[in-house]
């Protein structure tokens, strides 16, 4: 159940398409007289000449006639269902991406006109090459759009051509209007008001129970003389079905005050406890996206500090070093201190900064806490750097493998107070397990196991790394079993934690599926119910790490996906749940 897909649930697109690098601000195509697509003197269905008379004469208030509303879910709503319909709000037009822009003029197009005079994007055939002069004549009429801001666009637009690359298939006949669309969206209500617009509401339903509504998109359309509509704004709302319940004891919480960044996009992480205070951290994964420090007071779940950083971080790049809050960039560390306050600014040695380019095999870095020693891995293997004399050693090499695959060290972090670093293998396919340097001994064991799914930048306190219900191979019994594991970093201890009710195998899991703190850790299990999902079950579990004590299922949540936060120094777990926005909440448990 990979993250990616659990996150997007809820979600349902049609002819889904690459959006990577559609959100450029700076270069515009302007809307010019070029040639008009075959047949098409002005785009998609015009009204006749006196449309304008019949226009101001039209009755304000629902509209009840079915062939009207026909026919607006044609022209307007259906085709809009995958593009217009994925935005979660917007107030102008010109907030509509424009690759949603181009894929609405593609589906209206191919519609009415087919794909016969279009030309194929290589003699190859696959992609067919949709002019952008089509897609702007279509972007006026609908969106009253002159211009498509196309700035840092990438495939499917091709600058070269001035064109989009698009191979999405068109359905045929399209549905009634209260039907329901493919994806079981029908338009429910249709109101013309007194200032000239027109507000509609498209309904969506479950796929699975037909008679339940999952959530509402109203749009509100501006009519023009001739009685044309152009789209001018459009929200969801999500309604609450109460299907999601919670048991055990906890303290819930709407979300977290004061944070305004969607959590159900992975965006936030806990990288530790600062002061009674959680150091959070906001690393968007959308390019171009701004990362962030929070502190926020676990009481009452509300954000005391807020610093926007002006680098794109990734979680694992933001880590405590004892009482500092370390931010990894790629020429330097930048420290804060526990309210965040600039402390200093610490350039990384040249030959680890030479080394940090994307043109180069580099598996991060890592500092001690005294700033004596640096860890960094490069092509050869992990090293480790003095910094008080520049000198530095091989710990361990990167290992070739079978089939002549190099397996590199990634995500370097010293660990058991300094005395080992700790390194994630990873290959072509993803990790296949962890090196562990012990730096007194001058030793590196290799740890295989199940121990291969997570990866050692998701490491936020010097205790141990926990594997859950992950699957591994014993070679004397040639089976495959699935064990929960603990790797005690001190004494590196590999320790067995049966469980009682262990639930799925995960051995594809979201990192938030699991958390180490200072002194307890907690995992998430799960049952799923691939026939109903609004029976699938989410349990926390609580381990303590000085009596290796075992809690299965203190808090058990019905029907939504459910991530833990952290964990807190006195065992407390900051746990959030979500199935969509209207019943979605942020908890900490009591004890």
Not at 78 to 107: C, K, Q
Not at 339 to 350: D, K, Q, Y
Not at 359 to 384: C, H, I, P, R, S
């Amino acid at each position: 159940m990979a993250k990616a897909m659990i996150r997007l649930i809820g979600i349902l697109l049609i002819g889904a398409v690459c959006l990577a690098g559609c959100s450029g601000n700076s270069v515009v195509a302007p809307a010019s007289g070029g040639k008009e697509p075959p047949e098409m003197q002005q785009p998609a269905q015009m009204l006749s000449p006196d449309a304008g008379e019949e226009a101001a004469t039209r009755p304000v208030g629902e509209i009840t006639d079915r062939t009207e509303l026909q026919k607006l879910w044609e022209e307007y709503f259906f085709d809009a269902v995958s593009n217009v319909g994925a935005i979660r709000e917007f107030n102008s037009a010109r907030e509509i991406a424009p690759l949603y822009v181009a894929m609405f003029a593609w589906y209206k197009y191919v519609g009415e006109y087919g794909t016969e005079s279009l030309e194929p994007e290589s003699e190859d055939g696959g992609n067919l090459v949709f002019p952008l002069e089509i897609v702007l004549e279509y972007a006026r009429h609908y969106f009253d759009l002159a211009e498509l801001e196309l700035s840092g666009m990438e495939h499917p637009y091709d600058p070269q051509r001035r064109a989009f690359l698009f191979g999405m298939g068109v359905s045929g006949m399209k549905p009634a209007y209260d039907s329901g669309s493919p994806v079981g969206e029908k338009l429910s209500k249709v109101i013309r008001n007194s200032d000239g617009t027109l507000t509609a509401v498209i309904t969506r339903y479950h796929y699975l129970h037909k008679d339940r509504r999952e959530l509402t998109r109203t749009y509100t359309l501006k009519e023009r003389e001739d009685g044309s509509l152009y789209y001018l704004s459009g929200r969801w709302e999500y309604i609450n079905n109460n299907l999601v319940s919670l048991s055990g004891e906890y303290r819930r919480f709407g979300g977290i005050a004061g944070y305004t960044g969607n959590m159900e996009e992975g965006d936030l992480s806990m990288a530790g406890e600062m002061d009674g205070k959680l150091l959070l951290v906001h690393a968007p994964y959308e390019k171009g996206k701004k990362s962030a420090l929070l502190l926020a007071d676990p009481a009452v779940m509300r954000v005391e500090k807020n610093l926007e950083l002006q680098e794109q971080l990734r979680a694992g790049d933001v880590r405590l070093l004892g009482e500092k809050c370390a931010v990894f960039l790629q020429d330097k560390i930048v420290l804060f201190d526990k309210s965040l306050e600039l402390m200093e600014s610490v350039p990384l040695p040249r030959p680890i900064k030479d080394k940090n380019r994307p043109d180069k095999v580099f598996g991060g870095y890592n500092v001690t806490a005294d700033f004596q020693q640096m860890a960094y891995a490069d092509e050869v293997g992990v090293k480790l750097y003095n910094l008080a004399d520049g000198t530095e050693k091989l710990l361990a090499p990167s290992e070739r493998i079978p089939r002549s695959i190099i397996s590199h060290h990634r995500y370097p972090r010293f660990v058991a107070g300094g005395r080992k670093v700790i390194t994630t293998m990873q290959a072509y396919e993803g990790g296949r397990g962890y090196m562990v340097c012990n730096l007194a001994e001058g030793t590196s064991t290799f740890y295989g196991h199940s121990l291969q799914d997570a990866f050692t930048d998701v490491i936020r306190y010097d205790t141990g790394l926990l594997e859950v219900n992950s699957s591994s191979y014993n070679q004397e019994e040639n089976l495959s079993e699935i064990k929960t594991l603990y790797l005690d970093f001190a004494t590196e201890e590999i320790k067995e934690i049966a469980l009682a009710e262990p639930g799925e195998d995960q051995s594809r899991r979201p990192s938030d599926y699991c958390y180490v703190g200072p002194n307890h850790a907690a995992f998430i299990t799960y049952t799923w119910d691939s026939n109903d999902n609004d029976q699938s079950m989410f349990y926390l579990n609580h381990l303590n790490l000085d009596t290796f004590t075992l809690e299965e299922r203190i808090i058990a949540v019905k029907a939504a996906h459910t991530y833990i936060l952290g964990v807190l120094p006195d065992g407390r777990i900051v746990f959030w749940y979500f199935l969509n926005p209207s019943e979605s909440g942020v908890c900490i448990t009591k004890r």
